[in-house]
């Protein structure tokens, strides 16, 4: 019978390895796992009490969480849905350490524990609060690409629908139709000479959120400018002189104040169906 026991769990220890390697959460996942599993045949077995187990499977929800963050908060390219993912398990990483202090500090007021202990609680929360920041300035940048893309987006479907239409939507230029990486370095350095500062580029080329809209921005760079702030109107004037393609958008859907850019190079394509 104890044999029967122990080879179950290494069944589920093997399970639990074989979603680790499809998932890619980590080693600190595959231990907690592996720990949960060596827990609960003790728990099981009366050696040890349950409380333990509950630890363990805090531990592990907290080692996914981190996996999550390290994915996107660290990652290259995201879409809305893991920016919105990434902040409810930065939030909850805050969530636990926050109950962990709290239950440190109450161990100090009953005078149970020392008032030093509670340092390390108090730098795990400051830590996981910053985690909390970063991951809310990635999810900002990453909505306000996606505006962005959905200006584009609306103004393709206006133009499939009515070709030669779209003016209320963006202003576009044709130019002379070619836009290069060498065309892009150029228009990179004028604006720096000019302005003394790097042209705020918010999506270079292909993006997670363009391939979710299933739009090609291959070869095309988003600007975060507003077509009538000063930066805006010398990129267009420029843009306009040297006849290079662009489309000015002042807001994604009309009457709200968010995606406005500069798009530089010809209008994204559709992706075909399937591919
Ligand atoms: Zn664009």
Redesign the pocket.
């Given at each position: 019978m104890k044999d029967m026991r122990y080879f179950s769990g290494l069944i589920l220890l093997v399970c639990a390895h074989a979603v680790c390697a499809q998932t890619g959460d980590g080693p600190e996942v595959a231990q907690a796992q592996a720990d949960i599993q060596k827990l609960r045949a003790l728990v099981e077995a009366g050696a040890l009490p349950r409380v333990r187990l509950e630890k363990a499977e805090d531990a592990l929800a907290d080692a996914r969480d981190a996996a999550i963050l390290r994915k996107t908060v660290y990652g290259q390219d995201l879409t809305v849905e893991q920016a919105d993912e990434m902040i409810a398990a930065a939030d909850r990483r805050f969530e636990r350490r926050k109950k962990a202090f709290d239950e440190a500090r109450k161990l100090v007021e009953a005078g149970v524990a020392a008032k030093l202990s509670l340092g390390g609680f108090l730098q795990d929360l400051d830590r996981a609060r910053q985690e909390c920041d970063l991951a809310e300035s990635r999810a900002r940048v990453t909505r306000e690409v996606a505006e962005?893309?959905r200006a584009?987006d609306a103004l393709d479907r206006k133009l499939a629908l009515a070709p030669g239409e779209g003016a209320a939507l963006a202003e576009r230029f044709d130019g002379d139709g070619v836009f290069t990486p060498g065309t892009f370095s150029r228009v990179e350095t004028a604006f720096e000479a000019h302005f003394g500062k790097p042209l705020p580029v918010s999506?270079m080329g292909e993006t997670a959120v363009?391939r979710a809209l299933g739009f090609d921005?291959r070869g095309?760079?988003?600007v975060a400018l507003h077509p009538d702030q000063p930066e805006g109107v010398w990129l267009r004037q420029y843009l306009t002189e040297k006849r290079i393609p662009f489309?000015a958008f002042r807001q994604a859907v009309p009457g709200k104040a968010t995606g406005a850019?500069i798009?530089?190079?010809p209008m994204?394509t559709r992706m075909a169906l399937g591919g």
């Open positions: 962005m893309a584009e999506a363009h921005h095309r760079v988003d489309f850019h798009h530089l190079g994204s």
